[in-house]
T-cell receptor, first 110, second 114 residues
Framework: RKEVEQDPGPFNVPEGATVAFNCTYS??????FFWYRQDCRKEPKLLMS???SGNEDGRFTAQLNRASQYISLLIRDSKLSDSATYLC???????????FGSGTKLNVKP | DAGVTQSPTHLIKTRGQQVTLRCSPK?????VSWYQQALGQGPQFIFQ???????QRGNFPDRFSGHQFPNYSSELNVNALLLGDSALYLC?????????????FGPGTRLTVL
């Protein structure tokens, strides 16, 4: 079983739409969680960390559900520039390894 | 302030050859991790260096080895290259080795094995 699993998509949405991605993780000892964004043929860049209480950054909201072992990312009012692959990342304190999901591709259409 | 830099940007090798990739961490960072990203996949953790020692290792064979220098820069070496080693190799740096740190990625080295 993979450490982190994501729906690969693609999610094709019109501008202005709200879209949500989920990601599940297998290790209950996982301690820190992140969403990274990766544009085509570029390196991953941090979008936001995910905190237990949930957190929001502008149009982006991240939530963590430890009981069900999943994290989510909600994007409101989608922009063309949001088109990218979104990578879910989980880290476990004892091992300090970043485990990446395979990514969810988002295409925002005019 | 330079971010994470990697060299070379692209590399073409043949099966059986050896390759060395280089990484300079972001200023102020002392921990370097290496990842392999195959096409259409997420990055896979290879290993992490902190204080010039390999601290953690992913599920990669011994053909993959590395080194960290006193200035915190790092090298990834791959011996006896296989076709399946073709991928984007990413280096990431952070300050310290806390699991809560954000990792900053370099632009990667795209390795093609023929």
């Amino acid at each position: 079983r993979k450490e982190v699993e994501q729906d690969p998509g693609p999610f094709n949405v019109p501008e202005g739409a709200t879209v949500a991605f989920n990601c599940t993780y297998s290790n209950s000892a996982s301690q820190s969680f992140f969403w990274y964004r990766q544009d085509c043929r570029k390196e991953p860049k941090l979008l936001m960390s995910v905190y237990s209480s949930g957190n929001e950054d502008g149009r982006f909201t991240a939530q963590l559900n430890r009981a069900s072992q999943y994290i989510s990312l909600l994007i409101r009012d989608s922009k063309l520039s949001d088109s990218a692959t979104y990578l879910c990342v989980v880290n476990t304190y004892n091992f300090n390894k970043f485990y990446f999901g395979s990514g969810t591709k988002l295409n925002v259409k005019p | 302030d330079a971010g994470v830099t990697q060299s070379p940007t692209h590399l073409i090798k043949t099966r059986g050859q050896q390759v060395t990739l280089r990484c300079s961490p972001k200023s102020g960072h002392d921990t370097v991790s290496w990842y392999q990203q195959a096409l259409g996949q997420g990055p896979q953790f290879i290993f992490q260096y902190y204080e010039e020692e390999e601290r953690q290792r992913g599920n990669f064979p011994d053909r993959f080895s590395g080194h960290q220098f006193p200035n915190y820069s790092s090298e990834l070496n791959v011996n006896a290259l296989l076709l399946g080693d073709s991928a984007l190799y990413l280096c990431a740096s952070e300050a310290g080795d806390s699991s809560y740190n954000e990792q900053f990625f370099g632009p990667g080295t795209r390795l093609t094995v023929l």
